[in-house]
């Protein structure tokens, strides 16, 4: 009985762990799906690796696997469907979704490595996904250097 009780506590302990994880890192998750999807709208083809490049960040993040693969499809899609009504309201979509980690330098880095990891995904790391990694810069108060 004393078993049981303890495996419930538990249970109950890591399901709160995984609620207040999902809470605290969602701008973070939002941001980093925002700079995945423009950086894959730079060029104006999103291939497949990039897509693949995402999704797969997020199952390796510590952070971030606590959202389902699901969620972050979710994401990229309402976003890419703003790039696919209007490039100028799906980019400014992408930064104002971006701006919540301006404050928050490290998640702000990651999330700018992300972007490199996809431009660089189809093996072709051109001047539309420079360029689109500058603003994403400019936009959380980055360095660029730090990352090119």
Known sequence: ML???????????????????????????????????????ADGV???QEKQKLIKYFEISDTLKVFSTEE???????LSAKFDFDLDIGRSECLKTLGKLRK?????????RLGV???????????DEK?????????LGLKPEEFF
């Open 72 to 78: 972050v499809i979710s994401e990229f899609q309402k």
């Open 131 to 139: 360029r689109a990694l500058l603003e994403v810069c400019n936009e």
């Open 104 to 112: 928050k330098p490290e998640e702000a880095r990651a999330a700018v």
């Open 46 to 48: 999103v291939s497949p």
């Open 117 to 127: 990891m996809i431009a660089k995904s189809d093996a072709n790391f051109d001047e």
């Open 3 to 41: 078993d049981w009780a303890k495996n419930k506590f538990n249970q109950g302990r890591d399901t709160l762990l995984s609620e207040v994880s999902r809470y605290k890192g969602k701008d973070f998750m939002q941001g980093c799906v925002a700079v995945g999807t423009y950086i894959a709208f």
